[in-house]
């Protein structure tokens, strides 16, 4: 758990969240990552035609990413999950889970998308961060 984040799953009036808080909010530097898929160091795609096999590589990148602006899941305020088939979201919820743990999970909102830009990719996600500010 962070402190400079607040996270709310259901607001007044709304109904509750199930794997995503409705409202995060807090203060920090921004980070915004672009949407990341199942690809490998070298560019090859990890897990063609397994969802849950490229939501954990998706995770693993996203994890890279964010350490590069010294920050972690924990910084999370946003996800956006780009999925070819919304049947490959238990999959993805996994992976996260995995990731993510599931206190105090991040805003969210999943979209089924005809393609992406390779046809053996399932699953892209991107993220948006708020780290603490030091010193």
Not at 72 to 80: E, I, M, P, R, Y
Not at 109 to 122: D, N, W, Y
Request: charged share 20%; with cysteine.
């Amino acid at each position: 758990m962070t402190a400079h984040l607040t996270h709310v799953n259901a607001p007044d009036g709304v109904a509750p969240g199930t794997g995503y808080s409705h409202v995060v909010w807090g203060t920090g530097r921004f980070v915004a990552i672009s949407g990341q898929c199942a690809l490998d160091e070298q560019g090859e795609v990890v897990g063609a035609e397994d969802a849950a096999a490229q939501a954990r590589q998706v995770f693993e990148n996203l994890r890279r990413c964010l350490a590069a602006a010294d920050a972690s899941f924990d910084d999370l305020v946003k996800l956006t999950y780009f999925v070819t088939d919304v049947a490959h979201l238990p999959a993805v919820r996994a992976a996260r889970d995995e990731a993510l743990g599931t206190a105090r999970l991040p805003a969210s909102s999943a979209v089924q998308v005809s393609a992406l830009f390779r046809p053996e990719l399932l699953v892209e996600i991107e993220a948006f961060a708020l780290v603490a500010e030091t010193g």
